[in-house]
């Protein structure tokens, strides 16, 4: 057996790790998930485009918002938002 995987996917890491820090660049993203930052770039186009995520533009850098009452994408978990994901894994989004 593999021992090497995880219940979340990278796309979840992508979101949980914006949620701790908005300001934080995708090569620190990247990095924490260690993925290729181009990848993480993909994933946040990705999640941008299905309406999870929005991205302001501040000086040189970005910051994020978790758009978090949009549904997760699977009929299994289709009543369960970010939101609520969130708020289990203590990642309090009122403080945002």
């Given at each position: 057996m593999n021992g090497?995987?995880?219940?979340?996917?990278?796309?979840?890491?992508?979101?949980?790790?914006?949620?701790?820090?908005?300001?934080?660049?995708l090569r620190e993203v990247a990095m924490r998930?260690?993925?290729?930052?181009r990848a993480t770039q993909?994933?946040?186009a990705e999640?941008?485009?299905?309406?999870?995520?929005?991205?302001?533009?501040?000086?040189?850098?970005?910051?994020?918002e978790l758009v978090s009452d949009i549904p997760l994408r699977h009929e299994i978990e289709s009543h369960v938002t970010i939101g609520d994901i969130l708020q289990v894994l203590g990642k309090d989004m009122a403080k945002r």
């Open positions: 090497k995987w995880t219940f979340f996917t990278n796309h979840a890491h992508v979101l949980f790790c914006i949620s701790e820090d908005p300001d934080i660049t998930v260690g993925i290729t930052e993909r994933i946040v999640l941008e485009h299905s309406g999870y995520l929005r991205h302001e533009r501040k000086g040189r850098r970005n910051h994020y």
